[in-house]
């Protein structure tokens, strides 16, 4: 199987930044994608931001011009860099990763990591 760390959540100031980061391993032969997702209390799981092997992103709108993923191929680890932070980006952070693992292509998901914009 596949386990996903996350770590870099906390607290901020609007207007400030924070760093994430996800590392995937296990029984990995091939990952597709990895990437973030968001829940905000009483709100769906949300997309934050994909990122292919081939280098492709993907951001969900709210973040556009923000947020920016980065990734270490040989190490299936992801860093999201948010920047500019809103009190809206309050959310509990998902890591995910879309892989061949010891059971067929499928995704993985970190337990979650608090975000939490406030004065």
């Known amino acids: 199987q596949v386990q996903l760390v996350e770590s870099g959540g906390g607290l901020v100031q609007p207007g400030g930044s924070l760093r994430l980061s996800c590392t995937a391993s296990?029984?990995?032969?091939?990952?597709?994608?990895m990437g973030w997702y968001r829940q905000a209390p009483g709100k769906q799981r949300e997309l934050v931001v994909t990122?292919?092997?081939?280098?492709?992103?993907t951001y969900g709108d709210s973040v556009k011009g923000r947020f920016s993923i980065s990734r270490d191929v040989a190490k299936n680890t992801v860093s999201l860099q948010m920047n500019s932070l809103k009190p809206e980006d309050t959310a509990v952070y998902y890591c995910?990763?879309?892989?061949?693992?010891?059971?067929?292509?499928?995704?993985?998901w970190g337990q979650g990591t608090q975000v939490t914009v406030s004065s």
């Open positions: 995910f990763c879309n892989a061949d693992a010891a059971a067929p292509r499928r995704s993985y």
């Open positions: 296990g029984s990995i032969f091939r990952i597709y994608a």
């Open positions: 990122i292919t092997t081939g280098g492709s992103t």
